[in-house]
């Protein structure tokens, strides 16, 4: 079977001499890369043209090799699906549309993701995705001719809202074998999640405090109060924590610059830069951590690379994982056991509670506050800036959460209350 691999890559180049044969040395002007993502067929040989996209992307430069790591995981999924004895060869492409190799991939997709249940419809759109783009690497290089039938391409019309809140259009390009993604029900916020309400926060809190690790709470803390992307909090280092400096408009608030131009440099999603703003006891006890005996032990064990990061596993290594290929990370391990600790203790709306709903919640409480306000377009500039949304168009999901969860709430008062007055009129029948 088909096996991904992740190897350090040296860039090196041949030296000639007029005494000794040309030799492969390092180049020091080009920098290394670790991890660079290699697939390998199941009799070893290198898969060339899919291990010279990895290699063009992350040695351009302007692809983050998280990025390339995701793909290249979608790419080994399709090599493997060739190696079965049925599959066609990657370079298939005959006149017939139904036997060329990437309607074949398609199919079986859509057959993981409609009938089997094993493929969320997201990763089935990533993983096509991938291959199309593969398939669009390969046509620039001449791996594939460009007159090969592939897929046909369709323009489309994206609508979406500029950063001033108003509707735009765009035209774009698509192909004919591109998978849509289904979404379940438009009322969720955070890429289809849904936000807890304020009082399943505080029990999930004091539930945290009683049985998570001390590093775990201040990570919820920090979502439920901050609304910031785990990759933000486990990035956050000691130092952007003692940057902090008072809000300027609100009395008991601090700010804490992440993203480009923050010092040290904090990771945001799409490189937005802006700033966290907590809750001055939050701040406290971020410090009060920081110095503490028991951080103190993770950071000796660290590496010289994460001794400055806030939050550290007990080996001293960062809560979420980094460019070394690895898949899982360690806070996912302790949410897995979170979530199974509170749904034995009662907590049944933990069953299904993903940390990102940490955002969706301070996103929504941020939004209805604000709207209660009657200026739309400063609440939408506002909590777009706080949310590090790249476009407006992000925003407007809670608005819209907003606006059909309290037609849902005025309706579910009104069927309760005829509900109430038919039991009523019912009991006094029966007397």
Same mark, same amino acid.
């Given at each position: ?182 979404? *379940? $029900? =438009?009322?969720?916020? %955070?890429?289809? @999640? !849904?936000?807890?309400? /304020? ?102 064990? *660290? $590496? =010289?690379?994460?001794? %400055?990061?806030? @939050? !550290?596993?007990?080996? /001293? ?115």
């Amino acid at each position: 079977m088909a096996t991904l691999e992740f190897i350090e890559y040296i860039p090196q180049r041949l030296a000639f001499s007029a005494t000794e044969k040309p030799t492969w040395i390092a180049e020091p002007a080009q920098k290394r890369i670790r991890s660079l993502p290699m697939i390998y067929w199941a009799d070893g040989s290198p898969w060339n043209e899919a291990n010279h996209w990895a290699h063009e992307r992350a040695t351009g430069g302007d692809i983050k090799l998280k990025t390339i790591q995701d793909q290249m995981r979608h790419l080994h999924k399709f090599a493997e699906w060739l190696e079965h004895k049925d599959a066609p060869d990657w370079r298939h492409f005959p006149m017939n549309r139904a036997d060329r190799v990437l309607v074949k991939w398609r199919g079986y997709l859509i057959n993981c993701r409609d009938v089997l249940g094993i493929l969320a419809p997201s990763t089935t759109t990533a993983r096509m995705n991938a291959c199309i783009n593969f398939y669009r690497h390969c046509t620039a290089f001449g791996f594939i001719s460009q007159d090969t039938p592939k897929w046909k391409v369709i323009p489309v019309v994206v609508r979406y809202h500029d950063t001033a809140g108003f509707k735009r259009t765009l035209a774009r390009l698509t192909t004919d074998i591109s998978i849509k993604t289904r979404v *379940a $029900s =438009k009322s969720t916020v %955070e890429e289809g @999640l !849904l936000p807890i309400t /304020g009082v399943h926060m505080q029990q999930l809190l004091k539930f945290a405090s009683l049985g998570a690790s001390q590093e775990l709470q201040l990570m919820l803390k920090l979502g439920f109060f901050t609304g910031a992307r785990l990759q933000t909090i486990c990035d956050l280092k000691i130092e952007n924590i003692e940057r902090a400096v008072p809000d300027p408009d609100e009395e008991g608030l601090w700010c804490i610059a992440v993203g480009p131009g923050s010092r040290p440099f904090v990771e945001t999603k799409f490189g937005v830069a802006g700033t966290l703003r907590l809750p001055e006891a939050l701040l406290l006890e971020l410090k009060s951590y920081a110095y503490s005996v028991r951080r103190m032990k993770r950071q000796a064990r *660290a $590496s =010289k690379n994460f001794k %400055e990061l806030l @939050l !550290l596993t007990t080996q /001293g290594n960062p809560y979420e994982r980094r460019d070394d290929g690895k898949r899982s990370s360690a806070v996912n391990s302790e949410m897995v056991s979170l979530r199974r600790n509170a749904v034995k203790s009662g907590l049944k709306f933990m069953a299904n509670f993903r940390f990102h709903q940490t955002r969706a919640t301070y996103g929504t409480l941020l939004m209805k506050t604000l709207l209660t306000l009657g200026n739309l377009q400063a609440a939408l500039e506002f909590v777009r800036k706080a949310m590090f949304h790249k476009d407006v168009s992000t925003t407007m999901t809670y608005v819209k959460f907003i606006e059909q969860t309290k037609g849902k709430a005025e309706v579910a008062n009104a069927y309760t209350q005829a509900f109430f007055q038919l039991a009523q009129s019912t009991i006094v029948k029966d007397e």
